[in-house]
């Protein structure tokens, strides 16, 4: 069986997995077909709100302390750096309802951990969960050059010292640039690289080097796509994170309808 898998990915392994060029249409109906799977599957809000729910709010009560309370934006936003892998279950589910699989459950979700390339998944969890802690460690220099690590005494004055005075302007574009270069380079590692993993047995440096192209061939709409992205988590993350439990399993549902547009399946095994 080890065999027969070197065999599959080093077959794939010698031409490149072939990318397509995408319009501003293929956005749409992505998003649309990822509605229609996540109506088809009600039951994920009940996995998703509590799931998600907690995750977020757990992310404010850590960081609600005085010491790490500079750490309550980035930790917010940054969340979102970590999507991808938490969508990885929503794209089992809808290769399951693509293959015309029956009694397809939402508790299916977790059967992504069953497939062949669970441990490349966790390669790229892992380098995205890197990305992240590169983000807070951004975060937290950029902070400390700003406001030389003054620590507020309250959340009413943390708030003032972010939009109130110039050097919290400072740090609020800043932390927009450098969180908009991580969060394409995020984007551009697994908006292929992870429903590939679930979708077919290949190796994680050909997902993420698939992921990569696609992207950078498609950079106009990609970068739509992750405004579009970047718009519903905000307003999921309101408030306190619930509507998360609807726009997760949306987008991720619609990351996998991108992907099959994104990349000739044809040509893979």
């Known amino acids: 069986m080890a065999t027969q898998t070197m065999t599959r990915r080093n077959a ?32 994920d809000i009940v996995f998703a709100g509590v799931i998600y729910t907690l995750i977020g709010l757990a992310a404010v ?34 290769r399951r309802r693509e293959a015309g699989e029956p009694d397809i459950h939402w508790y299916k979700f977790i059967d992504v951990l ?3 390339t669970a441990d490349d998944m966790g390669i790229v969890a892992g380098l995205l969960l890197l990305i992240f802690f590169g983000w807070l460690v951004a975060a937290g220099a950029l902070y400390a050059a700003l406001f030389d690590w003054a620590t507020p005494e309250s959340v009413p004055q943390f708030l003032s010292m972010v939009f109130l005075t110039p050097q919290g302007w400072a740090l ?15 984007l551009a590692l697994s908006v292929v690289s992870m429903p590939m993993l679930v979708d077919r047995d290949v190796t994680a440096a050909q997902a993420v080097s698939a992921s990569w192209r696609a992207a ?14 970047l718009g519903l988590l ?14 997760l399993p949306w987008l991720g ?13 044809s040509a893979l095994r």
């Open 61 to 94: 009560v850590m960081t609600a302390s005085a010491p790490l309370m500079p750490f309550f934006f980035p930790v917010v936003a940054g969340v979102g750096l970590l999507g991808p892998v938490a969508a990885a279950g929503f794209y089992e589910l809808a």
């Open 216 to 229: 950078h061939a498609n950079k106009g709409e990609l970068i739509r796509w992750g405004l579009i992205v």
């Open 234 to 247: 905000i307003v999921g993350s309101i408030p306190l994170f619930v509507g998360l439990a609807f726009v």
């Open 12 to 43: 794939t392994k010698a031409a490149k997995v072939p990318i397509r060029h995408i319009t501003h249409d293929d956005l749409s109906i992505s998003l649309r077909q990822g509605l229609d799977d996540f109506l088809t599957f009600r039951g």
């Open 114 to 116: 069953k497939r062949p």
């Open 172 to 186: 609020i574009i800043g932390g927009a640039l450098i969180g908009a270069i991580l969060g394409w380079v995020v």
């Open 253 to 265: 549902y619609s990351t996998w309808h991108l992907y099959t547009r994104l990349i000739d399946r």
